[in-house]
């Protein structure tokens, strides 16, 4: 990284820079040199705002102007970064951490950004029970979905504003006194600030519960440690990971032998092998998948003999219908249906194709008194037309005439 003058710098760029590490910190590992470089500008900007005097205990997040509520954050990533520092005495790192957020916490409660909810849960931290714990974590993990969604959204409609005003201005020339003001970005800035810390609160409050939990847990190992001798104590620690993981991984290679799945074959896979010559229709692959069994693990895993066992180990089915057949039984059933269709095609192109002309030219000797009775019939039914015509429907019936 390269080396910065701090003595040069203005505060919003000595910020932004530790932002930047804060950021590549969270998001993945980075280097023990890189932290501490953080953690010294964070500690330049809390010297910096000290001097500048830009907060002040009687004023409220109403009276802080927007371009300073980003320097609120500074304790929150100052406690963030000095957690990953990596020392011999972790305990002295945690106490370090744990009071910079409980700067951040106690600070922003004095302008009025803590949630009504946060404030009474950290007032009544002792007596609380398991179910009021588990609720705070929802409405806290729901604060902190709204809030990135929020974000979100905000940068989301910055960038279609820069897109919108970037083609506005390709292509309409902008004339003098014709500037458009960006009235609206100071209360969208101010309201990202705003989400931005009510975000870092709740990321502050699991991070202050983590870091207690931890300091409790290296406490009582080191009180540990204190009566039985630090030399044992670590062998034995040591010794016990040590053929716990030889265990999980011997357990592991006797396992995979049975749990690697097999390759899939679908029914598109299999008729395309059909089609091009590699498998037949009559041919049924080797590997056909066993139907899933379902129910106690002791019954499941042998061959079950009695009627007793055959209805325990059917206790537990799912709530979709099993399959009636393998992937590739599917498949040659498809083919078999294909190729019946294809022969049915077959059949009647050719029946299509056989014209009425080409039949009476291979008329045999026989037929020919069929086109007698046929003649006869037609001339029949003309006659019949013709008397229809003369006689219309009604014609003898005098009763029904208005004037007969």
């Not at 902190?144 to 309409?172: H, M, P």
């Not at 498949?331 to 190729?339: A, H, P, R, S, V």
Request: proline fraction near 3%; glycine fraction near 4%.
């Amino acid at each position: 990284m390269v080396e910065l003058n701090m003595d040069e710098l203005s505060l919003p760029r000595i910020l932004e820079q530790a932002r930047k590490i804060h950021q590549a910190a969270s998001d993945s590992s980075v280097d023990q040199d890189t932290v501490k470089k953080g953690c010294e500008l964070l500690r330049k900007c809390e010297e910096m705002i000290g001097k500048l005097g830009l907060f002040s205990l009687n004023e409220t997040k109403d009276d802080i102007s927007t371009a300073n509520l980003k320097y609120i954050l500074v304790p929150y990533y100052l406690g963030e970064l000095t957690e990953k520092i990596a020392e011999e005495d972790r305990i002295e790192i945690l106490k370090l951490s744990h009071a910079k957020l409980k700067e951040f916490f106690s600070f922003c409660e004095a302008m009025e950004l803590v949630p009504k909810e946060e404030l009474e849960s950290f007032a009544e931290a002792t007596g609380k029970t398991f179910a009021d714990k588990r609720a705070q974590k929802i409405a806290r993990f729901k604060r902190q979905k709204a809030a990135e969604s929020k974000l979100l959204e905000i940068r989301e409609r910055k960038e279609r504003r820069g897109r919108s005003t970037r083609a506005s201005a390709l292509s309409t020339p902008v004339e003098s006194g014709e500037e458009d003001f960006d009235e609206d970005d100071g209360e969208e800035e101010r309201e990202a600030w705003l989400t931005t810390i009510s975000l870092a609160l709740c990321k502050a409050f699991d991070l202050l519960e983590m870091l207690k939990r931890e300091e409790e847990m290296l406490l009582s190992v080191r009180e540990r440690q204190s009566k039985e001798g630090n030399n044992e104590l670590a062998q034995s620690i040591l010794d016990e990971r040590a053929e716990k993981a030889e265990a999980w991984h011997r357990d592991a290679a006797t396992r995979s032998r049975f749990i690697k799945p097999a390759t899939p074959i679908t029914c598109a896979t299999f008729a395309q092998d059909v089609i091009e010559g590699r498998a037949t229709v009559s041919q049924a692959h080797e590997h056909k998948h066993q139907p899933m069994l379902f129910g106690p693990a002791s019954l499941v895993a042998k061959n079950s003999t009695s009627e007793r066992e055959r209805i325990a180990a059917k206790v537990f089915q799912p709530h979709f219908r099993l399959p009636t057949m393998s992937i590739e039984e599917a498949g040659l059933k498809e083919m078999e249906i294909m190729n019946k269709w294809q022969e049915d095609t077959k059949k009647f192109i050719e029946e299509a194709n056989t014209s009425w002309h080409t039949d009476n030219r291979l008329q045999k000797p026989g037929e020919d008194e069929d086109d007698e009775e046929d003649d006869v019939a037609q001339d029949k039914a003309r006659a019949w037309d013709d008397w229809k015509d003369d006689n219309p429907r009604g014609a003898g019936n005098k009763k029904l005439t208005p004037c007969g």
